[in-house]
């Protein structure tokens, strides 16, 4: 599923304008503390109050390059930018 979501990368200040369902928080919306990557410099994020992403702290770093559905989603990213 996917939702209309503006959401602001702590990275690079894109813009996304869709959110889908990758998170665990339930198919609604992304909870506090789950992960999203940027469409355009494949950063992920993490899920702050009210919606914004942040920067993981170095604890969520270590558990989001460990992540092999993370790491998946990040390699498939890196092939639609060749």
């Given amino acids: 599923m996917t939702i ?3 959401i602001a990368c702590p990275f690079c200040g894109e813009v996304n304008p869709l959110v889908s369902e990758a998170w665990h ?3 609604d ?6 992960i999203a ?5 494949g ?3 993490v899920f702050g109050r009210r919606g914004r992403l942040r920067v993981p702290t170095p604890v969520e770093r ?6 092999t559905d993370l790491i998946r989603m990040h390699a498939a990213w890196r092939e ?3």
């Fill in 29 to 34: 919306v992304p909870a506090v503390g789950d």
């Fill in 25 to 27: 928080g339930g198919p």
């Fill in 37 to 41: 990557m940027c469409f355009r410099c």
């Fill in 80 to 82: 639609t930018i060749k």
């Fill in 62 to 67: 270590r558990e989001i390059t460990r992540d």
């Fill in 4 to 6: 209309e979501m503006r």
């Fill in 43 to 45: 950063e992920f994020g």
